[in-house]
């Protein structure tokens, strides 16, 4: 009995270690993806699509998650897409928030291992806006 438990135990605990974290080969992804895709991959990491507008050629779509652990700390997630279309071209920016530090150095350690490096640094006091690249 202590056996199946244990297991059931480990199986829950695998799938908060798990989480609905977001990796960088899937953040990547969704710059190219359709928007049916983005939703079907944001539903199966369990986010929710909080909003959705268009307006004049600029598509925004935000999803957020929020992670509950009965253990320890819940956490919040969020994807902002913004699509922008002028004539012939378009372009697409993703913001990915965590406010989990794990997370956060797991993505970093991610891009090192990647070639990234840091391009540009801001302090707004409160938090520090970092941009990374890789030169492409």
Do not use: H
Request: net charge positive; with cysteine; glycine share 6%.
């Amino acid at each position: 009995m202590k056996k199946v438990y244990l297991l059931c135990s480990l199986l829950a605990m695998g799938k908060l270690a798990d989480a609905q974290n977001l990796t960088l080969p899937e953040l990547f992804s969704v710059l190219d993806l359709s928007s049916d895709k983005i939703d079907t991959l944001m539903k199966r990491k369990e986010y929710r699509l909080m909003q959705k507008e268009s307006d004049s050629g600029v598509n925004l779509i935000y999803y957020t998650n929020l992670e509950r652990n009965p253990v320890g700390a819940t956490w919040v997630r969020s994807l902002t897409c913004r699509e922008i279309s002028v004539g012939k071209g378009k372009s697409r920016m993703i913001t990915y928030r965590t406010y989990r530090k794990k997370e956060y150095l797991e993505l970093l350690e991610w891009m090192l291992r990647n070639n990234f490096k840091t391009i540009k640094r801001e302090n707004f006091g409160e938090y520090i806006d970092t941009v990374y690249g890789d030169g492409n």
